[in-house]
């Protein structure tokens, strides 16, 4: 990306040699993830120019001084590497861990000399990276690429809000509103976590599908007649847990008015700053909702990646649903256009 609301396009980026801590590692799927489209239209504001992608798996290709991980190691990359010392690590928020604020680092440069910035300290779009070991979780050989990408941002993040931020239980109703990756890794998760029913939202009849496929028992479109439509499936009361997977305050209304007294909407989606949400004062007090949001799954990737990675390696978990196809990097921006319109699921570009 060279500005903001450019096409972003494909060149020659000069990495830095792994110091030490630092790995390198050369790519070999990432997924286009709603967080990039943010970098290209400016709902986030990273300095430029700029290497997307944060959201990938690849092998360790050669390992600084003082690094544990072997060449040729498979990792999944982690845009939220802990730094294990400040108070929110310290105190079992890892996800909230303080040195991980910047949307971008500064790391490598063009062949003109200008210093190059990578997302969330990534920059997984590319045949290669470097980063801190840190933010490199080995995973068994042999997952599917595609699939093993999604685990480093959509996947973990959708399973994480539902097991760790919502804690959903069996027989429970839940609402997913938006299905995307994150939303269908959502949908997967629940299902896993046996509730019923499971009601998939999103304002693209397409979705419907792949929202089935996902483990939904029901699809419906966000339109006026939603918290109808909710309340006539779940006794007139609304769903135990809402989860909002756009990252807009309508929809963060939507989530609201879908859930029922006392239940919980859990706010997915990154949302603008400037994008106000408005709810009565009386409403919050009487439906004794609880509203929240899960920062990356509210989860430790360190754990949970391996644990994720072996439900797949075994079968117990399918993303295959999640995967739309996979494209080339010479391909990447015009499969940012399909996300952009909400065409399928993810699109993982393979190297
Ligand atoms: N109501 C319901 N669904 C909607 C609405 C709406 N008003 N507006 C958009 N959607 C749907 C889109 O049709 C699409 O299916 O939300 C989905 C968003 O999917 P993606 O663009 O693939 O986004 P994803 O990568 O899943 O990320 C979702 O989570 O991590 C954050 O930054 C990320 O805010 C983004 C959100
Ligand atoms: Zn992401």
Request: net charge negative.
């Amino acid at each position: 990306m060279r500005g903001r609301g450019e096409t972003p396009t494909v060149e020659e980026v000069r990495l830095p040699a792994p110091g030490p801590g630092e790995l390198r590692v050369r790519i070999r799927a990432a997924g286009l993830c709603h967080s990039d489209l943010a970098m290209v239209n400016g709902t986030l504001a990273p300095a430029y120019p700029l290497v997307l992608g944060h959201e990938a798996t690849g092998v360790v290709a050669e390992a600084g001084p003082a690094t544990r991980l072997a060449v040729g190691t498979p990792v999944v990359l982690n845009w939220a590497p802990a730094c294990r010392d400040c108070w929110h690590c310290r105190h079992g928020e890892p996800w909230l861990c303080a040195a991980n604020t910047a949307p971008s680092v500064a790391r490598g440069e063009t062949a003109a000399g200008e210093s190059v910035q990578v997302t969330l300290g990534l920059g997984a779009l590319a045949e290669e990276v470097v980063v801190p070991e840190r933010a490199a979780v080995p995973v068994p050989a042999g997952l599917p690429p595609a699939q093993a990408a999604l685990l480093g941002c959509a996947v973990l993040t959708g399973v994480g809000a539902v097991r760790n931020t919502a804690r959903v239980g069996a027989g429970e109703s839940v609402a997913v509103i938006g299905l995307g990756g994150v939303g269908l890794a959502v949908l997967t998760a629940a299902r896993r976590a046996g509730a019923s029913p499971i009601l998939a939202v999103d304002v693209v009849e397409a979705k419907r599908e792949l929202a089935l496929a996902a483990g939904a028992t029901d699809f419906l479109r966000s339109d006026d007649t939603l918290g109808r439509e909710v309340r006539a499936r779940t006794d007139g009361r609304g769903v135990d847990h809402a989860f909002e997977c756009v990252g807009r305050s309508a929809t963060i209304r939507a989530a609201w008015r879908a859930t029922r007294r006392g239940g919980a909407v859990t706010v997915v989606g990154m949302g603008a700053k400037d994008d106000l949400l408005s709810l009565s004062a009386l409403d919050i007090f009487h439906s004794a909702r609880t509203l929240r949001s899960s920062v990356y799954g509210s989860t430790d990737p360190d754990r949970e990646v391996p644990e994720l990675a072996a439900a797949l390696a075994a079968g117990d978990l399918d993303l295959a649903p999640l995967v739309s196809g996979t494209v080339s990097l010479a391909e990447a921006p015009e499969a940012l256009d399909r996300l952009a319109r909400g065409e399928g699921a993810r699109w993982v570009v393979t190297f």
